[in-house]
């Protein structure tokens, strides 16, 4: 979280202040403009406003918590409350703790969470989530009233005192805004209610009295915003006192005379009987005290001050406190602090004689620069001769760098001492006081002959040895400690002391001054600082107070101080009027010949301006023309480069054109020969297949011939076997009959038979596969030596070699051994056996033979042959 401080006229940001982690609820400004005081929920900051830095800052407990920390009006007191009920009093500059309040009584108990003080900081109101009011009497450090709110009242949400015109300070109309919305106005002394402001229907959300206490000003409830007359409200209660003097009214004619004695009554004194004479005595009386009254009047200051107490301890001391100076000063010169007045000046905004304020006087703080230009800006509104006055800066700016933190303040300061110590400085403007500077050098002479003698020996004037001090009012020959310590005399005498402290400052410094003889070394000694005691000066100061013959005295030809006047400011014409009317005029008519000569120039200027953008807009077209010459050349050579290039790489490409058309015309002659071979061999190859084809197909026909054939020959044998099986049956059948040794015998016989059969069928089995086996090898060989021979050889017309008829080896094989006791079924699993066997390496082989037939086929030298 940061804090923005904002200038309220110009609204331009001065400065940024960092430090807060939560946001800040309240804050505190310091009666002398200074140091403010920020508060957040978990911490108080206090910040130097001259700097804009931080301080000190005050770190507490989280569970503790604050609730407001704040600046007592009119005095250096810090007070902290928290949320525990506890509140301490801090010293502003040390932040020592003065003292705490005790704890209220448990039988009211109060969390306090709103708090009012005083404008004289001695009462401070504080209340919370209760209809109790407690009342601290900050001097006593106790609670000294109670006040017990109506029933309606819950809870306290904001208390602020009411100003009154009559009570010195000690307000005594108390405003409290409750839950209910509604702010009651009552006295503290009495516990009445006096008035209220807002109702339940359009309840008051906040509320604040204005700084010139005439008006409350309400955010309402419903967004609304509601000013509210003070002196509307207060006319009951804000009733001016009654007189002291009470007027008794003379008895009618007719009782004149029925008593011979009068009373003269007076305030608070009874008085015995008086005679006739008695009017011009009562006056007599009456002007004493009215003299008695003035002497006391002119000893007593604003806010209480005594100012012959202040002057007892000045003299004691030799300065004020620093930490009570600047409302010492406030009540020395009875500051009016007319806020509307000093608001319709710094209104008029910057005055035209200090626009330019910052290149005669470079400051480098921003801030000052700005206070100093309002301030004289007012002076210069407030009075015409401001404006013209060249040292009025010189003499403003210590001031301005006091107080620029309360501009208001400013400006009353310098312009009280403008009226008071700036007596008929301004009779012989705009030439120095001469009369002033007068009185100096006479009292200069009657108290240091010698000093004055030196002076006039080297032509040196009033003007180089007391002017400079005056018009700087000795900050430049001064430290900031001892030029306050010089102006707290100042403000405490008469305005004649001012002069007197010239002549002192000069005595004291004799020394030097007399040792010097240069001119330039006396402009430097009363320009610059010197090793001189300020309390010896003041000490010398007061010695030529009282010294002094009264015919050369300041005093005599001084007026004693007058304060500003209250609500606006008095008029200021102590000058020759016609020399600053005429100066005015002048400078005004300076100024417009210097307006209608800056126009002119301005327009000159203009013009050469425009001649010179001209000119310099017509070289920079014939640059850029001749670039883009430049640039055309440039590039006509490059295009020129380029179609040469051009014209070699169209004579490189046609060279490359003819090399790939010649390469093109070779590539296709070789293509169209591999295309030529290639259809040639796809020719034979398909010739060779068809050949294949051909002979495959001769091949299944051959091996479909000899298979049905010896399906043939399986059949016709096994029907010749079954026949004879029938036969046999029926020849055991009809020799059942018989004995046993002819069926035994028959037994043997079918045996026998059976055996023959077995043999015979295995004969020719086994005839037949030989056969079958040496057909298909002399076959194969022949394919092998004449691949292109596909004719068989079994259509050649002549028998396969080894080819034996069947018939006959029907006949052999009927001879077959009857020992043998091998069943008929057994032999032809076996047969069966052997087939399957021989057929699939007949396949086999005949794979293989076709497989390197057809190699020999793509051999090329094959093909060549």
């Not at 006055?389 to 312009?415: D, S």
Request: charged share 25%; with cysteine.
């Amino acid at each position: 979280m940061f804090l923005t401080c904002m200038e309220t006229v110009t609204k331009e940001l001065v400065s940024w202040m960092r430090g807060h982690e939560s946001s800040v609820f309240s804050i505190s400004v310091h009666a002398s403009g200074r140091y403010a005081i920020t508060t957040s929920s978990d911490t108080a900051q206090l910040w130097d406003l001259d700097t804009f830095q931080r301080k000190r800052k005050l770190n507490i407990l989280q569970s503790v918590g604050i609730q407001k920390v704040f600046f007592l009006p009119l005095s250096n007191t810090i007070l902290s409350c928290f949320k525990d009920n506890s509140i301490f009093a801090w010293e502003c500059d040390t932040l020592s703790c003065k003292y705490q309040l005790p704890a209220p009584p448990e039988s009211s108990s109060v969390l306090y969470k709103v708090f009012a003080v005083t404008r004289d900081g001695r009462i401070l109101a504080a209340g919370g989530k209760s209809n109790h009011l407690h009342l601290w009497c900050l001097e006593a450090k106790q609670l000294f009233r109670i006040i017990q709110m109506p029933t309606k009242v819950r809870a306290i949400r904001h208390l602020e005192f009411l100003p009154d015109s009559f009570d010195a300070g000690s307000n005594q109309v108390l405003g409290v805004l409750s839950q209910d919305g509604i702010m009651r106005f009552v006295n503290i002394q009495t516990c009445k209610l006096l008035f209220e402001i807002g109702s339940l229907d359009e309840g008051i959300s906040s509320s604040v009295i204005s700084p010139h206490e005439r008006y409350i000003a309400s955010i309402m409830e419903n967004g609304s915003l509601n000013i509210y007359s003070v002196q509307a409200l207060t006319q009951e209660i804000n009733k001016p006192p009654p007189p002291l003097v009470k007027v008794i009214e003379d008895l009618p004619k007719s009782k004149l005379n029925s008593g011979g004695l009068k009373m003269k009554v007076t305030s608070g004194r009874v008085q015995r009987p008086a005679k006739s004479r008695e009017n011009k005595i009562q006056a007599r009386i009456l002007k004493q005290d009215l003299t008695g009254n003035f002497e006391n009047k002119e000893n007593e200051v604003s806010d209480g001050l005594n100012k012959k107490r202040l002057q007892i301890l000045l003299k004691g001391y030799g300065e004020y406190p620093t930490k009570y100076r600047m409302f010492i000063w406030r009540s020395l010169l009875q500051l009016p602090e007319n806020h509307t007045a000093f608001s319709s000046l710094v209104d008029k905004g910057v005055h035209v004689a200090f626009l330019n304020l910052q290149k005669k006087y470079p400051i480098k703080s921003r801030k000052l620069l700005r206070v100093l230009q309002r301030t004289l800006s007012a002076l210069a509104h407030w009075s015409a001769i401001f404006s013209d006055t060249p040292y009025l800066p010189l003499l403003a700016f210590p001031f301005v760098k006091l107080f620029q933190n309360n501009q208001l303040i400013c400006f009353e300061v310098v312009a009280t001492l403008i009226i008071n110590w700036c007596q008929h400085w301004f009779e012989y403007f705009p030439n120095p006081p001469i009369n002033i500077l007068s009185m100096i050098e006479n009292v200069l002479a009657f108290h240091d002959k010698e000093l004055l003698q030196h002076f006039i020996d080297h032509d040196i004037t009033s003007q180089l040895y007391a002017w400079p001090l005056l018009e700087t009012v000795f900050s430049e020959v001064l430290t900031r400690e001892e030029w306050l310590k010089l102006f707290d005399n100042v403000f405490s005498n008469h305005p004649s002391f001012l002069l007197m402290t010239v002549v002192a400052y000069n005595t004291c410094s004799r020394a030097p001054l007399l040792s010097c003889s240069l001119r330039d070394d006396f402009e430097y000694f009363f320009h610059h600082r010197n090793n001189l005691d300020i309390s010896v000066v003041i000490r010398e100061v007061y010695h030529l107070m009282d010294t002094t013959p009264t015919d050369i005295h300041p005093n005599g030809k001084l007026d004693a101080f007058v304060a500003l006047t209250k609500g606006q400011y008095p008029v200021f014409n102590q000058y020759p009027k016609f020399i600053v009317d005429y100066q005015t005029r002048e400078r005004e008519r300076i100024r417009n010949d210097e307006l209608d000569f800056l126009r002119e120039r301005q327009m000159v200027e203009d013009m050469q301006a425009e001649v010179d953008q001209q000119r310099v807009e017509d070289e920079a077209w014939y640059q850029k023309q001749e670039l883009l010459r430049k640039a055309e050349e440039t590039r006509r050579e490059m295009l020129l480069q380029e179609e040469e290039k051009m014209v070699q790489q169209r004579q490189r490409l046609a060279s490359v054109k003819r090399e790939l058309r010649a390469k093109e015309m070779q590539l296709q002659d070789a293509t169209r020969r591999r295309f030529l071979k290639l259809q040639q061999d796809q020719r034979e190859m398909e010739l060779r297949r068809l050949n294949d084809e051909i002979e495959r197909k001769n091949l299944i026909r051959n091996q479909e011939a000899v298979a049905k054939e010896m399906r043939e020959d399986a059949d016709t044998y096994r029907r010749k076997v079954d026949l004879e099986e029938h036969m046999f049956h029926k020849l055991i059948e009809a020799g059942q009959t018989q004995n046993q040794k002819t069926q035994k015998w028959e037994e043997a016989k079918e045996k026998d038979f059976h055996l023959k059969s077995e043999k015979k069928a295995s004969a020719l089995s086994d005839a037949s596969r030989k056969w079958f086996l040496e057909k298909e090898l002399d076959d194969a060989l022949e394919h092998a030596e004449h691949p292109y021979n596909t004719v068989p050889r079994c259509q050649s017309g002549q028998a396969a070699s080894g080819y034996v008829p069947r018939t006959s080896q029907l006949k052999d094989s009927s001879e077959v051994d009857s020992s043998t006791h091998i069943s008929l079924n057994q032999r032809r699993v076996q047969w069966d056996t052997m087939e399957q066997d021989l057929m699939e390496r007949v396949r086999n082989l005949r794979q293989r033979l076709t497989a390197q037939a057809r190699n020999r086929c793509r051999t090329p030298h094959l093909l060549a042959t």
